[in-house]
Each structure stands twice: as structure tokens, then as C-alpha cells.
């Protein structure tokens, strides 16, 4: 397939300014960038779909240029329904750290370009910027923003100039890159459309010279009608171990979320979140329909995803742990403690003599002591295959289970 094809098989496109995707395949520059800021120090599978669109472009040729905002996260993309926390220095230099690695991670090319908005903002004079930047804007453009009608229309929660003014300082980023490297296409999420926007007006009026952004539509749950992402309380992270802040999921959870999708899902999700080809994708979406019991798709949907986040031979470790766990014959307290020890690298962990109510909440098992103190009051919670119940000493390495699904080693 032409990349034009790709991009709308896969579910690539939503708002643009290119007329005809197939411009994209003869296109004379193909330079693109796309950015994130370091409000967490794990991205999301909501970024992750953005991420599997730089990489569709760079398979067709394209040479990536990919931002992580030092700048722009000192500040915060602005929501629709309140201002952002600020976070510190410290914060934003720990956040980007983590998640630089994880772009790196699914975004393969030997001509990849990482760079970070902080270093040409540092020392940039704000007088030079209000000259610059703010003079080629007028207040009624930036007002008609949906992000500002949102937050200062009937019922909005206001805006400070901090917020109001990133769409300038994200224009910016994009005439940058214009200026140094020749970058001329943005690639973004939907919802980032008109903060892109600014930097093509930025380019025309200083440069006489025109530029294009491509966005992809932000993934919706076809099921409940929420988006993936943070925002909507159901995160799925890309990093498998804690950086600080609890922001993971473990290989082990994130696997299962994949392979636990409903029909109705899985052809949509299975197109954006694995580098299956298309006879590839057909071929299992046949074989699902005509025996979705045997869940054909979401097994091929939950590999891909898995290898394209944490790599072929984690992928493969979690399938043949995954069907340890969940056999009828699988004996828990048969497995030696070196052998338990070796699931930690995929489960969530907890330390030996940790409370037991503690051990839940710590490991994702419940979401409160609460909670926690429900579920082994209902006899939902096993040690080795043991019920138990708040009196339980977890001395020793063992496998920690809730319900039929849900694991966690102590060690």
C-alpha cells in the first residue's frame, strides 16, 4: 500500500490540510514532527495511536523529528474544563527522560531527531517573543480557539494568559523546526488541530511559506464511547515498572487489556495498534467471525501491541505466562520461589511482610483498602492458591490472585 492507503486503512485521518492524502505520497519534503509534553512521566496508549502514525509515515520514507516539551510542559496544555497543575523543574526534566525512551521505543528510524522545545526557549527574550509571535496574532483569531470558547464561555472555568498563550508558544515549535531543519508537516492527535494551526500561520506570515498539519482521530471505545487516555480515569501506560508517580501498567495488564477487548472493538483497534499488514489483519478478522470463541483477533491484537511496546521476547514470555496462569491445571503453590521471582518482571510487585491490604492497593488488585478489605472478606483473594483472608502474613515469595484475572507476585 501506498502510505495515502495506509493512513486511511488504518484510521489515520481526521482533520488536515492537505486536500488529497495522496499528496502525501509524492510530497517533496518528507519531514514531519510530532510532540508531547512531559505532563507525566509515562505516555498513554491514547499517545500511543499518534506514535503508530509517526511510524507509518517513517515505513513510507518519511524522516521523523520528534518533540518532547521542556517549554510547553512547564506550562501545560490547556483542557477543556480547568487550568493544569504546574509542574516543577525537577518534574518535567524526570518526566521527559521517561517517556523520550518510550517514543524511542515505538518509533524505529536510523534517521529518528529527538528534540526538546526548552532549548530554543530558555533564552529567548520575551520582548523578542511579544515582537516576533505575538504581533502576527490578533486576539479575535486566538478567542475563536474551541479550548478558549470552552473555558470562558457560560459555565467555563476561565483561563490564565499562561494557558491562553501556549497555542503561541506550540506555533512556534513548529516555525522552529521549519527554520532549522525544513520541516514542514505536523503530525497530531485531533484534539491538537488548532494549537498546529497556529504554527502553519506562524510559518506563512515569517517565512512566506507554507506548511500542512495531518491529525488522526482521538480513539474512541466503540463499546462505551470514552477515549483512551488519563483524562478518562481508565489509563493504560506504556511503562511497565513505576517511575515515581504510579503511572504504569505491567506487561502482564497490559497484554490482558488488549486480549480482553470485545468484538466490537477489536477490528477497529487491531488496524491502529499493531504492524500487522492488511492480508494479515484480513486473515485473522475472517478466521475471528467464523469462530470468535477461539478470540482469533484479540490474541493476534494483544501480541502485536505487546511487541510493539515491549518487544518481541516480552511478548511471547507474556502469552506463554498468561496461559500458565490461567490453566484449570496450573498447581500455584507448585512453582519454586526462583520461578515466582521470574514472573515479577511481568506482574505487579510487592515486598515480602507488606500488609496484606496494603499488597492489593499497592498492586492494582483494588483501587482502596476498602475495597481490598471487600474482596477478601467475599473470599476473592488467593496466596498460592489459597484463600485468605486480612490475618495472612505474606512471608514468603508467592503469587497473589483476585478473582480469575487479575496477579501480582510478592517477593
Known amino acids: 500500500m501506498k502510505l ?12 488536515t490540510t492537505i486536500e488529497n492524502p495522496e499528496e502525501l505520497d509524492t510530497r517533496a ?35 521523523p523529528y520528534l518533540l518532547v516539551g521542556g517549554a510547553t510542559g512547564q506550562i501545560g496544555d490547556p483542557k477543556d474544563n480547568g487550568e493544569r497543575d504546574l509542574k516543577t523543574i525537577d518534574e518535567v526534566e524526570h518526566n521527559k527522560a521517561c517517556i523520550k525512551s518510550q ?27 511579544l ?20 473555558r470562558i464561555g457560560e ?22 523546526l521549519y527554520r532549522k531543519y525544513g520541516v514542514s508537516l505536523q503530525l497530531c492527535g485531533a484534539d491538537q488541530y488548532g494549537n498546529c494551526t497556529s504554527g502553519i500561520h506562524l510559518i506563512k506570515r515569517l517565512e512566506d511559506a507554507d506548511a500542512d498539519v495531518w491529525s488522526t482521530p482521538l480513539i474512541i471505545d466503540p463499546v462505551t464511547g470514552r477515549k483512551f487516555g488519563k483524562s478518562e480515569g481508565n489509563a493504560v501506560w506504556l511503562a511497565s515498572k513505576d517511575n515515581g508517580s504510579g503511572n504504569y501498567t505491567s506487561i502482564f495488564d497490559f497484554y490482558q487489556f488488549w486480549l480482553n477487548q470485545p468484538d466490537e472493538s477489536v477490528e477497529y483497534l487491531i488496524k491502529i495498534y499493531t504492524l500487522l499488514e492488511k492480508d494479515e489483519i484480513e486473515k485473522n478478522l475472517a478466521e475471528h467471525r467464523e469462530h470468535p470463541e477461539l478470540r482469533i483477533a484479540q490474541k493476534a491484537l494483544a501480541k502485536g501491541a ?63 483498602k476498602k475495597k481490598a478489605r471487600e474482596f477478601l472478606a467475599q473470599g476473592a483473594i488467593s496466596v498460592n492458591g489459597v484463600k485468605v483472608n486480612e490475618e495472612v502474613n505474606l512471608n514468603q515469595t508467592a503469587i497473589l490472585k483476585k478473582g480469575k484475572n487479575k496477579f501480582a507476585v510478592v517477593k
Open 306 to 368: 505487546t511487541e510493539v511496546v515491549h518487544g518481541k521476547e516480552n511478548a511471547e514470555a507474556i502469552i506463554n505466562l498468561s496461559e500458565m496462569l490461567f490453566s484449570r491445571d496450573t498447581d500455584f503453590s507448585s512453582f519454586s520461589a526462583d520461578e515466582i521471582s521470574e514472573f515479577a518482571e511481568y506482574l505487579p510487585t510487592v515486598k515480602k511482610n507488606t500488609n496484606i491490604v496494603d499488597a492489593i492497593v499497592s498492586t492494582g488488585l483494588a483501587e482502596s
Open 29 to 63: 519534503s518528507k519531514k514531519f514532527y510530532w510532540g508531547a509534553d512531559p505532563s507525566a512521566d509515562s505516555l498513554t496508549i491514547g499517545n500511543l495511536a499518534a506514535l503508530m502514525m509517526c511510524a507509518c509515515f517513517v515505513r513510507h520514507g518519511y524522516e
Open 4 to 15: 495515502s492507503e495506509e493512513l486511511i486503512y488504518r484510521g489515520f485521518q481526521a482533520k
Open 131 to 150: 515582537r516576533e509571535v505575538g504581533k502576527t496574532f490578533s486576539m479575535t483569531q486566538l478567542l475563536d480557539r474551541q479550548f478558549v470558547q470552552n
Open 155 to 176: 459555565g467555563g472555568s476561565g483561563i490564565s494568559y499562561a494557558e491562553f498563550s501556549y497555542t503561541l508558544i506550540q506555533g512556534y515549535d513548529f516555525l522552529h
Open 103 to 129: 517514543i524511542e521505543r515505538v518509533v524505529k528510524s536510523d534517521n529518528l531527531t529527538m528534540v526538546d522545545n526548552y532549548d530554543w526557549f530558555k533564552d529567548m527574550n520575551y520582548l523578542t517573543f
